[in-house]
């Protein structure tokens, strides 16, 4: 729903943008912005253009574009050859369009891994499987239930119990939440890892050695999530080499049910017991396992570094001056790969996630790099890899930018901008798609209060999209100001716009096909994310930072 803007707060606005316009201050929402030079360039975005840029990003050929990937790296050719044709500056390494970006990936070495209980060895791949850390360790057992901590709800798996030097046996379903809690609430009980830790960190604060995962036996009997969990765990762990190793992390057996049944062997509860019930308040407390069981855990490993890249561009702006100061656009142009255990179509072609975002960047640089006229300050182009891995690309941009970060003004993200929820759409999973001639917009105020302001006064005075500011609250349950490429510059300093439709029946799924997207609502956003990045390029004075960002976000 489209907020107005107050007396108060337009009459500041327009006295702010009014050295960049030459307008008078009354006439500024009528006048200024519908004879912006941005209108000569904006009509260059369309339909056929975007259409045909997706349909290249988010074809199969492009295997999904996961991290890294064959996909992945043809898509950044393509970026990158497009921007080259349109004389966008390349402001990558060396001269490139590309911010090289190296990943250490830590891989089961052939000998793989070995798992024993005194005497009773047990097969890697049918009795187990074991996460890529290596490990040579032994020790006693313990079970503890589903291995949370949460201090304000009085949870602590170890309560009465000293896993330090052991081994900790958690049940399958040790992912979820106990009985009574949701993730919706879990970003008002506290700080992760001081108020509240999840199995795995705990078990580590406590000391335990190693962790070993019941897998449920309607997981063990399901052949294509077995099949996941196998491809998964074989991948490795992966991780910009540059951002620092990842936190330490203790080696993970997942056990299946012979290996299961051994561990609980005359013990006071069945393994049956627990590979049925699971946890989540079913299971029983957590105990200590008989004395005399010796487990032991060997796994080898072997490290890769894979090359991948960040893409990125400059349109220089007008001002001898102000040309030094950017305004960054960013969208990650990474997905999810393939399912290869999947039935039928096994493709993630991620055509709203992220291929949308992907694509407007594209025209409006070349929109942007044909203009005969160009605002003050520059346009800084970034595609970020490795979004749907943890944010990599975006936070090795902040942490290792092209251009001094203190120059970047405000930073637009664009993440899935070309869904819509259309009448008589009963699907539960659409509820949440913005409207026709609506998007949802976050983080515009947080920041900077001029900032949001200006936002408005574009729309209103332009395309006069239906703003929807739902989610626009770092406390709101699904988090959406934590989970987009935009929290890095955020936590830079940076005040930021969070552009997005919503997620739909289709997020992470094969089907997110270039056919369902809305194009037309698709280009009216793109112009609309254009003509707002133009009136912040050619203010006279960079947007106010105001307001600090939660606590939770720094």
Avoid: C
């Amino acid at each position: 729903m489209l907020r107005r803007l107050a007396a108060a707060v337009s009459v500041s606005v327009v006295l702010l943008l009014e050295p960049a316009f030459g307008q008078s201050a009354p006439s500024f929402q009528a006048t200024a912005v519908k004879q912006s030079p941005f209108r000569k360039s904006v009509e260059q975005i369309s339909v056929p253009q975007l259409k045909d840029y997706l349909s290249f990003v988010a074809a199969d050929e492009m295997e999904g574009r996961s991290t890294p990937s064959r996909g992945l790296d043809t898509t950044a050719r393509f970026i990158a050859t497009m921007l080259a044709r349109g004389g966008v500056k390349p402001a990558g390494d060396d001269g490139t369009y590309f911010q090289r970006i190296v990943l250490k990936r830590e891989k089961l070495a052939a000998e793989g891994a070995e798992v024993s209980l005194g005497t009773q060895k047990f097969v890697h791949g049918k009795d187990f499987f074991v996460s890529a850390v290596a490990a040579n360790v032994s020790g006693g057992l313990v079970y503890g239930g589903d291995g949370w901590y949460i201090k304000a709800k009085n949870v602590d798996a170890y309560e009465g119990l000293d896993p330090k030097g052991k081994i900790v046996v958690l049940a399958g379903a040790s992912g979820r939440l106990p009985r009574g809690i949701s993730f919706n609430e879990m970003s008002s009980l506290g700080t992760r890892g001081e108020d509240w830790m999840d199995p795995a960190a705990y078990a580590q604060k406590k000391g335990a050695v190693a962790v070993v995962i019941l897998t449920p036996l309607l997981q063990q009997a399901n052949s294509e999530a077995l099949e996941a969990q196998r491809t998964r765990l074989e991948g490795g762990r992966l991780a910009p080499e540059k951002l620092g190793a990842p936190a330490a992390s203790l080696p993970v057996v997942y056990a299946n049910l012979r290996l299961a049944q051994a561990l609980f062997a005359r013990e006071k509860v069945d393994a049956a017991t627990l590979l049925e019930g699971g946890s989540g308040g079913t299971a029983p407390k957590p105990f200590a396992l008989s004395a005399d069981k010796q487990f032991e855990i060997s796994v080898k490993t072997v490290t890769e570094r894979v090359p991948s890249q960040n893409v990125v561009g400059i349109v220089e702006g007008s001002d001898p001056e102000l040309k030094g100061e950017y305004v960054a656009f960013g969208a990650h142009y990474d997905h999810s790969g393939t399912r290869p255990e999947a039935q039928g179509d096994t493709i993630l072609n991620g055509a709203d996630d992220d291929g949308s975002g992907t694509v407007a960047l594209m025209a409006m640089a070349e929109a942007l790099s044909k203009s005969s006229q160009r605002p003050r300050r520059s346009a800084i182009f970034v595609w970020h890899m490795g979004e749907e891995m943890g944010l990599w690309g975006s936070e090795y941009f902040a942490r290792f930018p092209t251009v001094p970060i203190e120059k970047i003004v405000a930073q637009l993200n664009i993440d899935m901008i070309g869904r819509t929820r259309v009448a008589g759409d009963s699907n539960p999973r659409n509820k949440d798609l913005s409207g026709p001639n609506e998007v949802y917009v976050i983080g515009s105020k947080m920041m900077s209060t001029e900032l949001g302001a200006l936002s408005e006064a574009v729309n209103d005075a332009f395309l006069k999209l239906s703003y929807n500011y739902k989610y626009d609250d770092p406390k709101d349950p699904e988090r959406f100001f934590y989970r987009s490429d935009h929290i890095h510059y955020a936590r830079k300093g940076i005040p930021i716009i969070f552009y997005f439709t919503g997620v739909h029946a289709d997020y992470h799924q094969p089907s997110d096909e270039v056919s369902k997207i809305d194009f037309a609502k698709f280009e009216k956003i793109t112009k609309s994310i254009y003509a707002t990045f133009w009136e912040i390029a050619d203010l006279k004075s960079r947007p106010k930072v105001d307001k600090g960002l939660p606590a939770e976000a720094r």
